[in-house]
């Protein structure tokens, strides 16, 4: 019995260890997906990568192709998941069904515009033209608020017996609330029930929507109630946010703190932006107890609550005007172990100045500074923004310099033209020389040469005993007369 035991022992270890190390294995191997899936910047092409992996004699596999595909769409990497679909037909990976000619009329529409949606569809073959191209190709123009070509390729569809899904009337209303055709989406939602076209959750939040959206609360409780009515369909959380948003535009308080404890209802345990929603729409209402609770309760359900929760949940408290809360928020963020995100300190600095307290917002990101933290452009502007407001033009001044010095080529950000104005008119008036070349300099990075730098240049020049001869050379080379404003300048600075 003892060696039979002893084999049985010896077996189950070999073979626990074997699996782990099968086990192991599958998880570190590398797959396509693998290699795709981490390279998030948008200029980063995908090719080079489908191609050594073909070279380097691996298998491609359409399923594999078609979850990388998916998966950047659902990331929005359009212009990656096109690279993906554009590779797979080029290849012949696979023969093209109609719903794989779709998904690629999306990207295109979405990467290119519905031009080169329309000429790729106009390209397929006829029994390519289904149902679904035609309706990636209707939701192209919708999403470009194309209204007569959305209108006229529906009223086709329609003729062909191709219209009548739930999705390509939601489309319509959808055209119609991008365009503020509000009036029109109520009609759209009458001829679904006529004529039997299922209507989802989706069909009736936009309808309530537009009821929201032209004030009309009674219209927007009948669709409501109608909506609560239907056997088929479980009213959602949003769909009791989205109502609750507009009582609390119209200032039915007590209407929206209904509609909110039956959004909260219907919420997942795990739902973050559901309550992250919900705890917006508690702060507009100005109710901090509400907030402070889904915050708790959000923090016990989503235990691994990501930064968006910090972000809405600092929002709404430095709307509250509850900072000592906020900055009790901020330090448990900074010590939660989630990852660094610029915007959440963000949140706190600009309640800091809408509020007033610019210097708070400005020790901040002095405290982040001192940590090694990153800051950005847009968060020392506002700063600098406030103070200008304030009349501390110094400050805002050494404050959009410390912008300028963390701007990176291609992020996006501009700074406050207000804001700008009053720094070159200051440096034009007070300014050495040398502080105006250094501060144009650096502005040159985010903006083109323009008349207002020219004219802080004269003025410095000409108070500092300068000619401005090659300025004004320099002024017409970049395209820039002199205008009224460029010679009273030169007549009142040389008279002082």
């Given at each position: ?10 077996t189950q270890i070999h073979n626990a260890v074997f699996s782990r190390f099968y086990y192991t294995n599958r998880i570190n191997k590398t797959t396509l997906y693998s290699i795709i899936s981490p390279l998030g910047n948008p200029g980063t092409r995908i090719e080079p990568e489908l191609d050594n992996w073909v ?154 929507n537009s009821y929201g959206a032209r004030s009309d609360i009674e219209g927007m409780e009948i669709i409501l109630r109608e909506m609560e009515s239907q056997p088929h369909i479980v009213v959602d959380w949003s769909t009791y946010a989205s109502a ?253």
């Amino acid at each position: 019995m003892i060696p039979k035991l002893k084999l049985s022992i010896n077996t189950q270890i070999h073979n626990a260890v074997f699996s782990r190390f099968y086990y192991t294995n599958r998880i570190n191997k590398t797959t396509l997906y693998s290699i795709i899936s981490p390279l998030g910047n948008p200029g980063t092409r995908i090719e080079p990568e489908l191609d050594n992996w073909v070279k380097n004699g691996n298998k491609v596999r359409v399923g594999e192709l078609q979850r990388i595909i998916r998966d950047l769409r659902k990331r929005k990497r359009f212009s990656q998941a096109l690279e993906v679909s554009d590779w797979m037909n080029r290849k012949g990976i696979c023969v093209f069904a109609p719903c794989d000619h779709a998904v690629q009329l999306d990207l295109i529409g979405r990467v290119h515009g519905f031009l080169s949606a329309e000429s790729y569809f106009s390209n397929l073959k006829d029994d390519e033209k289904t149902y679904q191209t035609y309706g990636a190709l209707l939701n192209c123009y919708v999403r470009q608020r194309q209204t007569d070509k959305a209108l006229s390729h529906f009223r086709k569809m329609k003729e062909m017996g191709i219209a009548l899904s739930t999705l390509s009337y939601n489309d319509i209303m959808c055209l119609y609330s991008k365009t503020g055709q509000y009036e029109k989406v109520p009609d759209v939602l009458t001829e679904m029930k006529a004529k039997n076209i299922f209507t989802d959750n989706f069909s009736y939040r936009i309808c309530i929507n537009s009821y929201g959206a032209r004030s009309d609360i009674e219209g927007m409780e009948i669709i409501l109630r109608e909506m609560e009515s239907q056997p088929h369909i479980v009213v959602d959380w949003s769909t009791y946010a989205s109502a609750a948003h507009f009582y609390i535009k119209a200032n039915l308080i007590d209407k929206a703190s209904d509609v909110l404890k039956k959004a909260e209802e219907r919420l997942e345990q795990k739902d973050g932006i559901g309550y992250n929603f919900l705890i917006s729409l508690y702060a507009s209402l100005g109710n901090k107890s509400e907030v402070l609770r889904l915050w708790d309760l959000e923090k016990t359900a989503c235990k691994r609550y990501i930064n968006r929760g910090y972000i809405t949940m600092l929002e709404a408290l430095m709307k509250l005007g509850e900072h000592e809360e906020a900055e009790k928020v901020l330090k448990e963020w900074e010590l939660s172990g989630n990852s660094y995100d610029t915007r959440i300190p963000n949140a706190v600095i600009i309640g800091y100045c809408n509020n007033g307290l610019v210097q708070k917002a400005e020790a901040i990101l002095e405290d982040l500074v001192e940590k090694g933290k990153a800051t950005t452009p847009n968060s020392w502007a506002v700063v600098a923004a406030g103070y200008f407001d304030a009349g501390k033009t110094e400050r805002g001044f050494q404050c959009m310099k410390a912008a300028l010095s963390v701007y990176v080529e291609g992020k996006g950000w501009k700074p406050d033209p207000k804001v700008i104005t009053s720094i070159l008119s200051k440096l034009g008036d007070e300014g050495s020389v040398q502080e105006v070349e250094a501060f144009v300099a650096a502005l040159r990075t985010v903006i083109p040469m323009n008349r207002q730098m020219y004219h802080a240049f004269i003025k410095a020049n000409i108070r500092n005993g300068k000619g401005v001869d090659e300025l004004l050379d320099s002024m017409k080379a970049d395209g820039i007369d002199e205008d009224e404003e460029t010679k009273e300048i030169l007549v009142c600075t040389m008279e002082k």
